[in-house]
């Protein structure tokens, strides 16, 4: 008898998948356990959910998993750190005579997972990060006490620009300790800095920009969100600053909307540059969901410092000769870098053949593609019994004239669930008073918006076969839509072939599909006791579609 178990780790989430053979039917779920490799030390990992139908609220640290076994074979630990290393083993459980009780049995249990490394280092000059953002999720709940009102979250906002508040810390995550880290080595080298960022009014992230004075250069997008003050408050600290508005009014769109900076070492000239969908403000770095990408390779940071150049020169026009030069590629080893606007969407063209060429997987975060060309690809693929397996989350967003964010759904895409995902969208919302008697309440899309705060997927991420050495991931600060590929200043990355990083982003992914598939489905009229049901899911049907993608 053996239960095959695997692990995948990025710097803030494992991912653990286990398959038994042959399945037991007596078992009703399975402890887990984690080991610190460096320590020795062996900890069960806890459940979200009581023992047993009806139960109460679970403590905020949950239920240790030898008492309220896990009922499934697929599981999250969002408890490792980063320089975390670490292995994971099951123990099958069957019921015990008195209700609610359980028992192991040890000789059945697996052997410990190879041990996976909690970092976001993928090799060859590339790492990535996220925040963990708002995502109306439990955690939100526990930061407020339960006081989930309209009021107390506009407190929440306020208290989430402090640079020292525990909330802000943890839901800015590792991006904010990387965008800090990438300031301040860069300022310790003596090296100059090159900005090209559509919104910032972060206080901590600014204070790190005017350390540079002369030595920083900055490139201050139209974004609705940047301090009226900032340019000058950035002048008089020394910086360079220039601005630009392709609306040429004030508006938000089109949009100046990279999110990058380069080092140029002082004697090696440029040598690497930060990337991705975050914009440097409250909102971006704790509210939204997110991701940074550095990437530590010569001839694309240069290529990178070239482009702020040839913004700055545009002034607020887009000129031929500058969507001429964004539709020529810059190709470095596995790194391909386009940037928009591109002619002939030449920039979204590489993206669409990855989604085409998938064989195994595609994990993907939108953030209002529109009618994408990309976004139509992925759904495709989405569609019929065959081919890759497919995990999405699209956040769709209505804004005013002014950027104001006045309608938000998401919608949840899933190989094989839904016959129209074009017309037929999910709009989970947080878990309310009604929800399992064990979940905390959370805030509701009601609340938020009074409180000018959004729970939004502000990724734009696609990963393709992650486990393939054909593996490729696509991001950087475009939306995948076509007015951003015709109109904006954007940047698209795509990396082929690391298969860490493309892990990094998938384990990211899948978290996150997994939060908002559990909202949509209770949205529905799911019933919440279907965890408690038995594992047979899991052998065959959906589930076990699931366990044999991550198998």
């Known amino acids: 008898m053996t239960i095959h178990i695997l692990a995948y780790a990025n710097s803030d989430d494992a991912l653990i998948a286990w398959r038994p053979d042959p399945w037991q039917d007596a078992w009703i779920g399975f402890a887990l356990w984690k080991r610190d490799v ?22 905020i640290n949950g239920i240790s998993s030898v008492a309220s076994p896990i009922r499934r074979c ?16 099951v123990v099958p459980m069957i019921p015990a005579a008195t209700a609610g009780k359980f028992h192991a049995v040890p000789a059945a249990a ?18 990535a990060v996220f925040n963990r953002g708002i995502i109306m999720s439990q955690v939100v709940s526990r930061f407020v006490q339960g006081d989930v009102t309209v009021a107390r979250l506009k407190k929440l906002k306020t208290q989430l620009a402090q640079a020292g508040f525990p909330a802000r810390r943890y839901l800015a995550g590792q991006a904010r300790h990387v965008l800090l880290d990438f300031l301040a080595r860069a300022h310790t080298r003596g090296s100059d800095i090159y900005a090209a960022l559509y919104e910032v009014n972060d206080r901590e992230l600014i204070d790190g920009l005017k350390a540079f004075g002369s030595h920083g250069h900055v490139l201050l997008g139209n974004g609705s969100a940047t301090l009226a003050t900032l340019a000058t408050e950035l002048r008089t600290a020394g910086l360079v600053v220039h601005e630009r508005d392709l609306s040429k009014a004030g508006r938000s769109s089109p949009s100046v909307h990279n999110k990058f900076v380069v080092e140029v070492d002082p004697h090696a000239g440029p040598v690497r540059v930060l990337t991705g969908s975050t914009n440097w403000t409250v909102t971006g770095l704790c509210t939204q969901l997110n991701n940074v990408l550095v990437i530590s390779r010569a001839k694309i940071a240069e290529r990178f410092r070239k482009q702020w150049d040839l913004l700055v020169q545009a002034h607020d026009d887009m000129p031929a000769t500058l969507k001429t030069k964004n539709t020529t590629p810059t190709v470095d080893g596995p790194a391909y870098v386009i940037f928009s606007a591109a002619k002939a969407h030449a920039d979204l063209t590489e993206a669409e053949k990855i989604i085409r060429d998938a064989q195994h997987g595609l994990f993907f975060l939108q953030y209002t593609p529109g009618q994408s060309p990309i976004l139509n690809a992925l759904l495709d ?43 037929s969208t999910l709009l989970p919302s947080g878990i309310d008073k009604n929800g399992p008697s064990w979940a905390r309440e959370e805030f509701v899309r009601r609340k938020f918006f009074p409180a000018g705060l959004m729970a939004i997927v502000h990724s734009k991420v696609i990963v393709a076969d992650p486990f393939s050495p054909t593996c490729a991931v696509v991001t950087g600060s475009h939306n995948f839509s076509v007015s951003a590929s015709e109109k904006n200043d954007e940047n698209l990355v795509i990396i082929r072939g690391n298969k860490r990083l493309a892990t990094l982003y ?22 919440p006791d279907v965890l408690f049901g038995d594992l047979r899911g899991w052998r065959t049907g959906k589930k076990a579609r699931d366990l044999a993608f991550w198998m």
């Open 381 to 423: 693929r989405s569609q019929g019994a065959t081919g890759p397996y497919v995990r999405g989350v699209v956040s769709e967003v209505r804004e005013s004239a002014t950027g104001r964010i006045i309608e938000h759904g998401v919608r949840v895409v899933r190989k094989g669930e839904e016959n129209s995902f074009r017309e």
């Open 506 to 527: 998938a384990v990211h992914i899948q978290v996150i599909y997994d939060h908002y598939s559990w909202r949509a489905f209770l949205a529905d009229g799911g019933d």
């Open 38 to 59: 460096k320590t020795g030390v062996e900890t069960p990992i806890h459940n979200r959910i009581p023992a047993k139908k009806g139960g109460p609220p679970v403590p």
């Open 110 to 127: 697996s052997g410990w997972s190879e041990p996976v490394d909690a970092t976001s280092d993928a090799g060859d000059g590339f790492a």
């Open 74 to 89: 697929i599981w999250f630990d969002h408890g490792i750190n980063p320089g975390d290393r670490v292995q994971y083993r």
